[in-house]
């Protein structure tokens, strides 16, 4: 194959691998819009990855698959809405464990379809779109969870920024007791959300061992992990739906860039560098932050007027400031 | 007498969590086609069935108690330390960097072993405060900057093991060429349990519980971790609390790097914190911070992780029923505790 | 529209907030609603905004009972409420605050909405950028924009939450101009304060509250004694300002400038003598805050030198600034100055400097004690903070200040205390003055700031005044000053 082929099909690759990360982190996101944070994010990516294998192998239908891992997921977030709402738990607390207890229900349930052979989503040209040059074997040859991530991003941005339900989510998190005041119902939105974000994440998993890694291989499916980064993506993209994407996307290239690599890099072990990508998110994440920081308002004080605005502007479309309430536990008295 | 009643208080208002863990766990196992009762009782076999077995629960609780009382220092400042697993890990690293460098060295083993135990310290407590410094300075927050962390520790292990301090031939899973058995901790006859593992556990837990209850640098850790802004108006220097809290934990999560490299494997693995550090966050959600519950819950949770590793032979079931449980039972006393304030606060 | 609130009863646990109070009150009326902190106005009109429940007692809009199950039930009937802290969305734009709640489409058109907003504006002469960030706004433009939002609902009723804290004298006259103005056009607005002269000016009527009773109510001519003795059932002693003696300087800023990210302080030189008081007045956002803040080394000067007793602390961070006498006291009393969580004698342990390694708990019980009898706070040594009163918890605060000190730097002395507290505050703060402190202090009460400044200097988009004598300046001149006029003339005089 010539090189630009082996460019082409690694892009192509590279945004069917990213597009279980843009759901997640998407599905975080809206959580998080509303106020509630779901860390249980590795937990359920796994969990329903399991399921949704196991569903799709019990039912033969990849639909099945589908639907049970986003019912898993919402039933996860379900419970992080139900004891960080109603009982007012720690958010957090509730989530991490769960993300550390599903990984290993996972393990514990999917023993029996260990190494089973299951159905997988088959790519789904489409017609004409798929001659263009470039884009069309880059976007219109993929299967069809690959376009809804797609389809998803355009959507979130729509109902975040155009739409009145939208205009109060974003409210939501920002500040509960005006939401109340102008009339919604928080408690109800925000279980509302918390489950639907949940379910995003769950159909992630489905798209993991349904397509991007087919199959389920209990402790060696390569899932451990993706959770926390889907994470770290949603902080990174702003809880900015096309953010989150370009996050995501950017991940999967470096990850795609370390297997093409590797054949160059012998004195590398190959786990070395399925990891890298990872601290490069720490990294951007330093970034994302680092214009909120005193210091640099400090330095940039130093430069010229002129400089000094374009820096500015420049870290603050990098910033982004978590929803103001995230985590808090909205109380009407 | 005061504080025993108050023990068994606590004690009891967590009965209803483990009640309702356990209910949870036995509608799981029936769901698996696992009779609970039989699994429950091949755990506490498992665990409690022999004295070796009795031993190698005390093999975890040593490393266990030892995450624990560094995380109730980090979350008494206010602090989700979950990079704690990269501070085992750097810990471990740590200790068999220098071990490496003076096991042919003509010393005394307590000497090269107590080089060691600093040496894993201070990689342990350098990591942590690094997650601090990302904190302090670059503001991500310490979740993200820890499992950054975490992952960055896990690369920097493989490539030791598989890299330059690879086993004469080539690299594998299994770990470094162990060390010479001078330098092993040593082991109670017949077991692999080492009377230092749990006299450290142990000296760890106290020291945390008097420095958080009696002493002022305690007290300002509290403050930091309640209001760090208004702490740091009233005069305490929050930052550098911040940082010292990281670096306590760091440090401790370093000495049970030691424990398992000394004691456990005596070689560096890929797997050297087996977890604990996960293990450890759990155990001090469950118990509140509490410290008198660290040492008992360490030995429960301990005796559950050793309980499930005969469950494949046994009874044919997963040995990742251990996590299950273990992480039930958090659930079930973080959901009591809010179905009995949520009661509470009804008039 | 009528309402009437007939035997409105409501408690939070044990503490009675509202204990059978019945109001009338007639349409196109102003009704004023004096109290002094605590007295249960605020939970009364959450009531009838809708925010609150009633333990038991009826609400009748034009004689028909009404039950509110949420603020929005009471915004379809035409009630609305302006809520003393804004409750509104700091991070979107003037015209998404404007549009939200209000019952757009699905998707809302902007074009429309702006029309609206602009349309409303002009009427009541409001100046206010659709596209603006909230955050960019003043508390009086958001307070604005707020108005406009519930009139935009066509609420009848409109009741305000001590609506003047923290906007500047223009804003102020403005607002009033509106009130009256709806009030003529038949709304009825209800005014809540505890400041005297600000109901006595704009009220049609007055009801005052006491301990969530009501406890008398009033029609012009208004007495103040009268009203003061309502409030209080007691007679308040107001500390006399007494003039300093200039002593030697405490404070001394040179060329000193700093910035944060909307503002840049012009260089400012000034001296602060020992035993003095100077007062900074400005609207929120004009210098005052970011100078005290720099003064106390939470924020790095860009340019020019901070020297305190002589010693130059340009550019050190706050723990030696305070090492070196330097206090700092923030307005946000839970949120940056006391730690909810904690107890008297437990704050006493952390502002002492760490001498000992393990608490001696006899001795800080009795510290806290001894705290507790001299500045007459209500509470023992353990209760924790968040359960003490407003008042209570600003007179803990004062009393962790420890002498010897340099300089007190403190925000917003007295806000939110009722009178009593607020008399105990800067009784409190004189004793330090005369043992040889000076203070600077920002206030958004201009009688605050005249009632007990030595010197004043107003602050304007950066800039700073020369100090003005409080006997020289009066109240006009200062508003003219802080609203941004004459500053030409200061700065060629």
Redesign the interface.
Known sequence: MDWPTILLTGLAGVLATAGPLVVAAIGEAISERAGVVNLSLNGTLILSAMAGFAAAVATGSLAAGFLCGAAVGAAAALLVAFAGITLRQSQVAVGFVLALTLRDLAYFLGAPVMGAAGPRLDILPVPLLERLPVVGPMLFRQDVMTYASFLLIAAAWVWIYRTRPGLTLRGLGEQPAAAFVRGADVIRLRYLYTVAGGALVGLAGPMYSLSVKAGWKGTISGLDGLGWIALALTIFGGWHPLRIAAGAYLFAFLQWLGVVLQPFLPGIPSQVLQVAPFPFMILTLVLVNVGQAEWTSRLLALLPEGGRRRLAGLLRLLRASPPAALGQTFKRE | MIRARVLCQQAGRQAGGVILALLAASG?LLL?GASPVEVFRQIGLGAFGSVTRLADVLVVWGPLALVTAGLLVTFAAGL?N?GIEGQIVMGAIGVTGSLRLLQDAPLPAWAVLSVALAAGMMAGAAWAMLSGL?KT?????E???G???N??A??LI??LI??PWKRPGI?SMSGTEPFPDSLWLPALAGTRLSFWSVALGLAAVGAVALLLS????G??L??VG??F?????????AWRHLLLAFGLCGALAGVAGFVQVTAVYHRLIPSISSGYG?LG??VA?IIRCRAAWVAPVAVFFAAITIGGIQLPIALQ??S?????L???L??GV??S???R??AAARP | MDITLQDIRKTFGRVIACDRVTLAVPGGTIQGLLGENGAGKSTLMKILSGFLRPDSGEIRLDGTPVIFRHPADAVRTGVGMLHQDPLDYPTLTVLENFMSGRPERFFPSRSAATRRLRELAGTFGFAIDPRACLDTLTVGERQQLEILRLLSLDVRVLILDEPTTGISAAQKAQLFETLRRLAVEGRTVLFVSHKLEEVESLCHRVAVLRSGALAGAQVPPYTTAELVALMFGRPIVFPQREPAAPGRPVLELRALSAMDDRLRLAPLDFDLRAGEVVGLAGLTGSGQRLLLRTCAGLVRPVAGTVRVNGRDLTGQVYPSCRRHGVVFVPTARLEEGLIGDMNLSEHLLLVQPPRRLFIDRPRALEAAEERIRDFAIRGSPDSLMRELSGGNQQRALLSLLAPPLALILIEEPTRGLDLESAAAVWTRLRAHCRAGAAILFLSSDLDEIRAHSDRIVVFFCGRSSPPLDPSRTDREELGRLIGGKGWDREAAG
């Open positions: 799981l698996a989700w979950i990302l300075v670059g503001g991500v927050n979740i993200f900057g499992l950054g962390l992952f960055i896990s690369a493989l490539w598989f890299g690299g009696r002493t002022v640098l007290l300002r509290k403050a309640r209001n802004r208004a702490a740091y108006l009233l005069g305490v220097p996960f966050l759990m959600l079931l997963d990742s029923l251990s996590g299950v273990q992480g039930l958090v659930l973080l959901f505790d809010g179905l304030h949520r």
